[in-house]
RNA sequence: GGGGUCGUAGUUCAGUUGGUUAGAACGCCGGCCUGUCACGCCGGAGGUCGCGAGUUCGAGUCUCGUCGGCCCCGCCA
């Protein structure tokens, strides 16, 4: 067999003449009786061959099915003018073939490969290397490796060491399940796989490693969601001697480089908005910033009101917010009911809802009962326009801006207000340092137990210690958090407090990290860091809504392979040698 | 753990108030065709209606259970 000599996209006009031997999967076969064209296919690119004059080839040709692999040798012909096919990269040639051979024949596929046409992702998953043929899964394939490329040239370029760090880890404290490897030499012990490579990457920094990275693969035995599989894959940083804007600085720097590989520029800085803005103006910590329609507060208008349910929830210490929602004004009663359903539906007791009709007048669920001066005033407050729709919640400052904020989501993708080509980067910052947990019945960390406070707020750790916000930072795009850091304590009494503020006793916090605590007395440089979600980001450069379709080998939601079949059980043997005995069914 | 939704030919789907022989398109197989490129034309094969019970004279259709895919809530520092 002789060599390949291009690819399947290679040839043009400039190689008329010269012989080729391409290489690759019969695409599709159009068969004329005593011509026939086949379409020949790799990565690269579409290749049309042409069989004609020789009935033995003909014959052969005849034979083909799709899938088939096979060689074709024969001369670079330029087609004519009345046959170019202006489609495909190849289109201005064909091979007239001389010699074809089969390389490997093929069943029938349970789909069609050269088709774009929907296939049910079971039956995808599980012929995944069917599925990877296709056009959609090689060119998300192929951005994939450009920008984590660009990402690792980007990080090389500002110094960062690329270092990896073990798999059979120990278990992080807090967080998500692990899933847990038996250690077949300490019997009844255990490894964890990371969730993250947290503690190593502050014990490289402290190994005097400066500027750390890793395309690192995480773990966690959680549920999973079209942005969430049991093993995903994280950009991981962490640099040394660098407050929270260097750290800013080097991730810009990086998703400019990302964005740039699939030929999109982004502008740097990123605007920063703090979290407990985000919280109120968009009732979310991740907010979609690609359309404004902020939520406002409007207690001062209600304040007096004569609407007693907005009156008492005041005095109650809570707020009333609005949300504009522009052109939803001209919304039929019928349908503007359904958005209070809707809001019910979304856990709310009720929502109000106010608009100017087309005279001028005031419309609004409460009209009776608040008065057109009161709604009057809401309508200018909020600045509901003449077609503005104006969506009224009460309650906890936090969740009647929840709640708008689920409503600001659906109501702006359903009037069309969100530019699908719009890329709206975000930090959000000063995160809480800590979140009451009702299951735990204690403070957790909102972040991670590692994280630093902010030194203004360092001094209420012992008073107030819902107040104490943290330099913590989320990037935020499109809605979508594609990555989390901080600035770490690198002060081992701070970091001992800390597990103490968390109720992890001395004793635990020994046992589980005490390697740790032990390494920050050891002259631990100030650091931080951040991870970036690779999948999620690279779904939404590619437009796909699930981080499956970047991914070569993703699970289905129940967190199975359908592909291999794993998990699975395994040899009586195996769970001897790892001492472990199976449990009864249940 | 909870909720929603889907499961019919190889694939994607349609299938009316429960009623005779379950359809379409694409694909597949065979035939014809020397300029196609989603080739065209003619013909053909192909179904455990996810699985199991139940209701009924009669179930793709209704009920219950179960398995599987997807979406969401909880969960995910």
């Not at 995944?128 to 490796?145: I, K």
């Not at 969506?391 to 709640?403: C, F, K, M, R, T």
Request: proline letters at 5%; one cysteine or more.
């Amino acid at each position: 067999m002789s060599e390949r000599t291009h690819t399947c996209g290679a040839l043009r006009t400039t190689d008329m003449g010269s012989e080729a031997t391409l290489m690759g999967w019969v695409h599709r076969v159009r068969d004329l009786g005593s011509l026939i064209f086949v379409d020949i296919r790799d990565r690269y690119g579409l290749t049309q061959v042409v069989a004609r004059d020789d009935e033995a080839l003909l014959a052969q040709t005849k034979r083909l099915r799709p899938e088939y692999v096979i060689a074709v040798s024969g001369t670079v012909e330029r087609r004519s003018d009345d046959t170019l096919n202006p489609k495909i990269e190849t289109g201005e040639i064909e091979i007239a073939i001389r010699e074809l051979t089969v390389l490997s024949e093929a069943r029938r596929p349970p789909f069609q490969i050269a088709d774009e046409n929907p296939v049910s992702e079971d039956l995808r998953l599980k012929y995944r290397y069917l599925d990877l043929r296709r056009d959609r899964m090689q060119r998300n394939m192929q951005l994939r490796h450009r920008v984590l490329m660009a990402a690792r040239r980007s990080l090389d370029e500002q110094g960062f060491l690329d270092i990896e760090t073990p798999v059979l880890a120990k278990s992080t404290p807090e967080g998500a399940r692990d899933y847990l490897v038996p250690s077949r030499v300490h019997p009844g012990e255990f490894f964890a796989l990371p969730q993250s490579p947290q503690i190593f990457k502050q014990i490289l920094m402290i190994g005097g490693m400066d500027r750390y990275f890793q395309v690192a693969r995480c773990f966690r035995d959680e549920d999973l969601r079209s942005d969430r599989q049991p093993e995903f894959t994280q950009i991981d940083m962490e640099m040394s001697f660098v407050t929270q804007e260097t750290v800013f600085a080097a991730v810009e720097r990086l998703m400019q480089a990302m964005f740039a590989a699939n030929d999109e520029s982004i502008v740097t800085p990123f605007p920063r908005l703090p979290y407990a803005e985000a919280m109120d103006k968009y009732g979310s910590d991740k907010p979609d910033l690609r359309v404004e329609m902020a939520i406002v507060d409007v207690s001062d208008v209600f304040a007096e009101s004569s609407f007693r349910v907005f009156r008492d929830a005041i005095a109650g210490g809570g707020a009333i917010r609005a949300l504009v929602v522009p052109g939803a004004g001209r919304y039929s009663r019928s349908q503007v009911d359904k958005l209070v359903d809707e809001a019910i539906e979304l856990g709310a007791t009720g929502m109000v809802w106010a608009r100017r009709g087309p005279e001028g007048d005031v419309q609004s669920s409460i009209l009776k009962v608040a008065g057109a001066d009161t709604l009057g005033r809401l309508l200018d407050s909020a600045e509901a326009g003449a077609d503005g729709l104006v969506l009224v919640a009460a309650g906890a400052p936090h969740e009647a801006s929840a709640l708008l904020g689920k409503m600001r989501l659906r109501l702006a993708a359903r009037e069309g207000l969100i530019d699908e080509r719009c890329r709206a980067l975000t930090w959000v910052v000063d995160f809480p340092m800590f979140e009451w947990s009702e299951t735990e019945g204690r403070h957790m960390s909102m972040h991670h137990p590692f994280t630093a406070p902010r030194d203004e707020d360092r001094d209420r750790l012992d008073t107030d210690l819902g107040s104490v916000r943290a330099k913590a930072y989320d990037l935020v795009l499109n809605g979508s958090e594609i990555g989390g850091g901080s600035i770490r304590i690198h002060e081992q009494p701070l970091q001992r407090r800390i597990f103490e503020l968390l109720g992890i006793s001395d004793e635990d916090a020994r046992s589980r990290f005490g390697f740790f605590l032990e390494a920050l007395e050891y002259g631990t440089p100030p650091h931080g860091g951040i991870a970036l979600g690779v999948d999620r980001i690279i779904a939404l450069l590619a437009g796909e809504p699930s981080i499956r379709d970047v991914m070569a080998f993703p699970k289905t939601a129940a967190a199975v392979d359908l592909m291999t079949g794993a998990p699975s059980t395994v040899d009586p043997h195996q769970l001897r040698d790892l001492h472990l005995e199976p449990t009864p069914e249940r």
